[in-house]
């Protein structure tokens, strides 16, 4: 396969556009297999019209690794316009350019294992007090509740601040989130205007825990700590308003995909006996005491191996959006300039020329001895790759492990039956459903 700069001569992907104005959008949200079926009819790559912009969506390990590594030369971040208001211009999500470089240098301070260990005591205690609550309910729809707790966790880590009593908080993010894949309408009654009114709120009250942290004598070393002292290459600080979009972004990440993640950790273990009693007899034999360290969490070897197939069966985000800047060939189609790109995580890894398998729920592929996720480079891309690759999966890996391996060595669940566990897939993946299940501590 080449790829060349196009002459203008080549035909463009097959597909259609769908209806005028909001073309495939409501297919692409609201369908799950809505990419599955396009990629049986036309193949891995195809047009389409989404949030009211001509799209080529291209699927598998070769198509990543071209748009990962065309950034700035061909595509620049391209997200819908709804994440791009609601998330705001100060976020890293959104920034491009040297700005963008500049902040993923100075936000990867946050994220270093002196940070993440400093923060894990934190983490045990909120985890112990949802773990009780569970107990005593008895009977729970859990992806709520492991929203709730991945919000809590999240605003330990990122602010310091506990929010677990805070209701109006957690709605309000709820809310927010429900916006970010919507159609732009600003009316008060749509997603969308919800989500303006709730974004506007927690600005509010992020401001507020901000300002109180600057009349601080000392700068905690958390994430807000370092965000306010950090500088750019000119020795300037930043603004108030980019403080707070970077938070509102970096709270989004380390709480719906954290969520989503755990919700499909639990529910696979559920369905998998053999994986959950190995994960177990891990727990048994490493006999670790709390608390826990990063040091204990990097010998769970086997938990890796479940952590890494989770995140392949069901990546936290299933797409990602470039706008091509300036017109490109790819596999022999001509895609034009202004159109926008999309990645598919989720399809790349069923993949069967890299998995075998891929339908299978299976840890023991990323074992070293059989190693699939290194067959392609980019056929593994559940945090996404290149230079926008998520600058807080550590962390959201952290989480993962630690409340996994807490969970293992104490309780057990089961699902309730006659659930649909088919997936909603925007903002972030989640069963239908919520995954209902009976919580108990295990039996001495």
Not at 370 to 393: L, T
């Amino acid at each position: 396969m080449t790829i060349t700069i196009s002459q203008g001569a080549l035909p463009l992907p097959p597909g259609h556009f769908g209806l005028p104005v909001i073309g495939e959008t409501l297919n692409f949200l609201y369908d799950p297999r809505y990419v599955e079926k396009r990629q049986k009819q036309y193949g891995s790559i195809f047009k389409t019209s989404l949030f009211g912009c001509s799209t080529v969506i291209a699927i598998g390990a070769e198509a990543n690794r071209y748009l990962f590594a065309n950034e700035k030369s061909h595509l620049s971040v391209g997200w819908p316009e709804t994440i791009k208001v609601l998330l705001g211009i100060g976020s890293l999500v959104i920034q491009t350019g040297n700005e963008h470089q500049q902040r993923r240098k100075m936000f990867h301070k946050a994220f270093q294992p002196k940070i993440m260990e400093q923060s894990i005591s934190g983490i045990e205690s909120i985890t112990h007090n949802y773990l009780d609550k569970w107990e005593r309910m008895g009977t729970l729809n859990w992806f709520p509740e492991l929203s709730k707790y991945s919000l809590d966790v999240a605003c330990k880590f990122l602010l310091g601040v506990e929010t677990s009593n805070d209701c109006h908080f957690s709605k309000l993010f709820e809310e927010w989130g429900d916006g970010l894949f919507s159609i732009p309408i600003r009316l008060p009654w749509t997603k969308f205007g919800r989500a303006l009114h709730s974004r506007e709120q927690l600005l509010i009250r992020i401001e507020e825990i901000v300002r109180k942290r600057q009349q601080q004598s000392h700068t905690s070393q958390d994430f807000l700590g370092l965000l306010l002292q950090i500088q750019d290459e000119d020795g300037n600080k930043l603004s108030l308003q980019e403080v707070k979009d970077q938070i509102l972004t970096f709270l989004f990440g380390g709480h719906d995909t954290v969520a989503s993640a755990l919700t499909s950790m639990f529910m696979f273990l559920a369905q998998s006996p053999e994986v959950l009693a190995t994960a177990r007899a891990e727990q048994r034999q490493l006999e670790f005491k709390e608390p826990l360290t990063l040091e204990h969490l990097k010998q769970m070897t086997y938990l890796d191996l479940v952590v890494k197939e989770v995140l392949r069966v069901t990546p936290s985000a299933s797409f990602g959006f470039r706008k091509v800047i300036k017109e490109f060939e790819f596999n022999g189609y001509r895609i034009p300039q202004d159109w926008i790109a999309v990645y598919v995580m989720r399809r790349t890894h069923q993949d069967s020329s890299i998995y075998t398998q891929p339908e299978r729920f299976d840890p023991q592929r990323f074992a070293p001895e059989r190693a699939e996720d290194k067959a392609k480079p980019f056929g593994y891309v559940p945090f996404g790759g290149g230079m926008r690759e998520c600058p807080g999966k550590e962390f959201g890996k952290l989480v993962l492990k630690l409340l996994t391996a807490m969970l293992l060595r104490e309780y057990e669940w089961e699902l309730e039956p006659g659930q649909n566990l088919n997936l909603v897939l925007f903002p972030t993946p989640y069963p239908y459903d919520g995954l209902r299940v009976k919580f108990r501590r295990l039996a001495s």
